[in-house]
Every structure is written in C-alpha cells, then in structure tokens.
T-cell receptor, first 109, second 114 residues
Framework: KQEVTQIPAALSVPEGENLVLNCSFT??????LQWFRQDPGKGLTSLLL?????REQTSGRLNASLDKSSGRSTLYIAASQPGDSATYLC????????FGTGTRLTIIP | NAGVMQNPRHLVRRRGQEARLRCSPM?????VYWYRQLPEEGLKFMVY????????ESGMPKERFSAEFPKEGPSILRIQQVVRGDSAAYFC????????????FGAGTRLSVL
C-alpha cells in the first residue's frame, strides 16, 4: 500500500528566501508524481507533474525533482513571495492519486 | 472553458438525512474522480468513474455511499443517512480520456453534519 509523507507539516520563511518542500513515498513503482497547491476554502491547483521516466520539471520559480530509487521528491521555490502562502500537496499515482498530508507554507512579508 | 464545477459549495445536513453532491466535469472530460478530505487529514481517493461506469470504487465506504456519472448530467456522490463522521470536504476531479494522469480539481463541497 502506497504511503506518502510530507515533512515539515508547516513552514514559515521570510519573503525572498528560497525554500524546499519534501515528499517521500513508500512504493517506488509510481506512475506519476504531482505537486498541488491548496488555498483555504478552495480547490487544488496542479503546479507540476513529473512522469515516472522524468527526473524534474520546472515552471517559473518552481522546480520539482523526482528520485524514484530513494522514494523522494522535492519542490523548490525560488525567491518566495507572500502570494506563495498556501498548503502544498504531493500526490502519486495515475487514476487513483495517493496524497500526502501537505506542508502549510507561510511567507512572511 | 469553465473548470470543474461542484455544487453546493457548502452543505449542512442533520444526522440521518441524505447528502447529494454534484460535480460537472470540464468540457470534453469523460473521467471523474471523487476524493474526501477529513479534518486535519490528507485527501483520500474514493471512486473513479467514466460515463455510465464505475471503474474503481476501492476507496468508497461499503455502506451508505454511492456514486454515479450518467450519460447526461453531472456526476453525483450520494451519502445516505449521514453521520457526524461524514463531515468533510469532498473534491471532484476530471480528466481527458487520453490523458488520465492530469486531473483538474473543483473547489470542493464542504459537508457539515449536525
């Protein structure tokens, strides 16, 4: 049974700093890994999707890496902004996504 | 092109009543997924449907919960005889037939059981 863990559960950093969010999964036979953003009271926004054959994906200030052998993924956010404050979720799978419990990120102006 | 639409956004029910949650997928999407997020927990997969078919319902509770995605109209998640433990946010996602790995999520329905 796939289990996804995200550490830390919460993170606060000053505006402008670079930061890394971590995601680990127990079953390395994954199809895809996705990073989502969830704002309070709202749905999920897909940020980046890494297919199992890929090692990283980039979009703007975001970079996600995938290391299947170690069961880990990281989401790197460069030059953080207050608007980046949200809960970040990682999920693995194809039709049936298994989610981590998320990291609640607060960017301090 | 509107995104995935869920309604209602908030639903309050008393114990023993029925809850019906609706999800209209994005235009052209024929795959629908339902997830549940209990307070302070992560999202958990419930069911995966295609038009008129349930593909995977391994995450659905065995009793009181059912889902459908008819040929016409929205997908419905139905919870009969609700209990307080059903209070949660229910999210729907949809995808294109040929790109099942990219799921687009709705804003969710927050169910409160009194």
């Amino acid at each position: 049974k796939q289990e996804v863990t995200q550490i830390p559960a919460a993170l606060s950093v000053p505006e402008g700093e670079n930061l890394v969010l971590n995601c680990s999964f127990t079953d390395s036979a994954i199809y895809n890994l996705q990073w989502f953003r969830q704002d309070p009271g709202k749905g999920l926004t897909s940020l980046l999707l890494i297919q199992s054959s890929q090692r990283e994906q980039t979009s703007g200030r975001l970079n996600a890496s995938l290391d299947k052998s170690s069961g880990r993924s990281t989401l790197y956010i460069a030059a953080s902004q207050p608007g980046d404050s949200a809960t970040y979720l990682c999920a693995v799978g194809n039709e049936k996504l298994t989610f981590g419990t998320g990291t609640r990120l607060t960017i301090i102006p | 092109n509107a995104g995935v639409m869920q309604n209602p956004r908030h639903l309050v029910r008393r114990r023993g009543q029925e809850a019906r949650l609706r999800c209209s997928p994005m235009k052209g999407h024929s795959h629908v997924y339902w997830y549940r997020q209990l307070p302070e927990e992560g999202l958990k997969f419930m069911v995966y449907l295609q038009k008129e078919n349930i593909i995977d319902e391994s995450g659905m509770p065995k009793e009181r919960f059912s889902a459908e995605f008819p040929k016409e109209g929205p997908s419905i998640l139905r919870i009969q005889q609700v209990v307080r433990g059903d209070s949660a946010a229910y999210f729907c996602a949809s995808s294109f037939p040929g790109a099942k790995n990219i799921q687009y999520f709705g804003a969710g329905t927050r169910l409160s059981v009194l």
